[in-house]
């Protein structure tokens, strides 16, 4: 699994102490949900909101941390 990830979603990956495999096991094991522009995976605290570019290959716009 490939992941893009914007500035945005890199600053907040440091702000809330999330690391790369915590997304890449949200999205593969977290709950999907459709929005707009792409998904919204959720798995455990985490939240991932991203679009699909291809197989395998995944545009990470946010994350954040469930309060």
Do not use: P, W
Not at 1 to 29: P, V
Not at 39 to 62: E, G, N, P, R, W
């Amino acid at each position: 699994m490939k992941l893009i990830i914007t500035n945005h979603a890199r600053d907040k990956m440091h702000i809330e102490g999330i690391e790369k495999e915590q997304i890449k096991m949200c999205i593969e094991r977290g709950a999907k949900f459709k929005q707009t522009d792409g998904f919204l995976a959720v798995y455990t605290y985490i939240q991932v909101a991203y679009k699909i570019i291809s197989k395998d290959v995944y545009l990470i716009k946010t994350v954040m941390v469930k309060k």
